[in-house]
Antibody, heavy 116, light 113 residues
Framework: EVQLVESGGGLVQPGGSLRLSCSAS????????MNWVRQAPGRGLEWVSY????????YYADSVKGRFTVSRDNAKNSLYLQMNSLRDEDSAIYYC?????????WGQGTLVTVSS | DIVMTQSPDSLAVSLGERATINCKSS????????????LTWYQQKPGQPPKVLIS???TRESGVPDRFSGSGSGTDFTLTISSLQAEDVAVYYC?????????FGQGTKVEIK
């Protein structure tokens, strides 16, 4: 069974940093591109970042470019999102999702709250 | 960026009746080299992550009931629930994967009338 489990969310002050992790199991993580998608409370879905299987190609939404860094460790079946200079508007549930065209499989998400 | 616009924002349908959700992209998401539309429909129930219903605009995912169908091409797409069931109450999103940034529609909330 495919499983994606996010962790690392929490309460952080504006300007602070947080590192999210996504642990994958039940599929060959190393061959799949991965994404981070976020959803502010009561709002819609916003794609955040994309990384190919070998980390050779990485993309970010303009809203996080220069502040967030995505990475992965295929040996550990893990995906990461380093979030710096956090703003109020970054508050959201952050999901990791594998992609093969569509965002096929999603984790349950981890909540990030940016507030003073 | 490709803007995805869904209509309506919400709809209430009686059990057993048809529900239709539209999605319009600001530019074509039909890739000429493979003649595929790079569009997915997701269903999101409260407290859950989104789930893929339909990919490539009209290909139903394994395990998805056949009352769900997708149609359209180019810039105009439709998700149809042919006979609404109580368990279909959810928010539905379209999303293009034709280009970066991946973009979602704003969502359509489906309720029981």
């Amino acid at each position: 069974e495919v499983q994606l489990v996010e962790s690392g969310g929490g309460l952080v002050q504006p300007g602070g940093s947080l590192r999210l992790s996504c642990s994958a199991s039940g599929f060959t993580f190393s061959v799949y591109s991965m994404n981070w998608v976020r959803q502010a409370p009561g709002r819609g879905l916003e794609w955040v970042s994309y990384i190919t299987s070998t980390s050779g190609t990485i993309y970010y939404a303009d809203s996080v470019k220069g502040r967030f860094t995505v990475s992965r460790d295929n040996a550990k079946n893990s995906l990461y999102l380093q979030m710096n200079s956090l703003r109020d508007e970054d508050s959201a549930i952050y999901y990791c999702a594998s992609s093969n065209g569509s965002l096929d499989n999603w984790g349950q998400g981890t909540l990030v709250t940016v507030s003073s | 960026d490709i803007v995805m616009t869904q209509s309506p924002d919400s709809l209430a349908v009686s059990l057993g009746e048809r529900a239709t959700i539209n999605c319009k992209s600001s530019q074509s998401i039909l890739y000429n080299s493979d003649n595929k539309n790079y569009l997915t429909w997701y269903q999101q129930k409260p407290g859950q992550p989104p789930k893929v219903l339909i990919s490539w605009a009209s290909t139903r995912e394994s395990g998805v009931p056949d009352r769900f169908s997708g149609s359209g091409s180019g810039t105009d797409f439709t998700l149809t629930i042919s006979s609404l069931q109580a368990e279909d109450v959810a928010v539905y999103y379209c999303q293009q994967y034709f280009t970066i940034p991946r973009t979602f529609g704003q969502g359509t909330k489906v309720e029981i009338k």
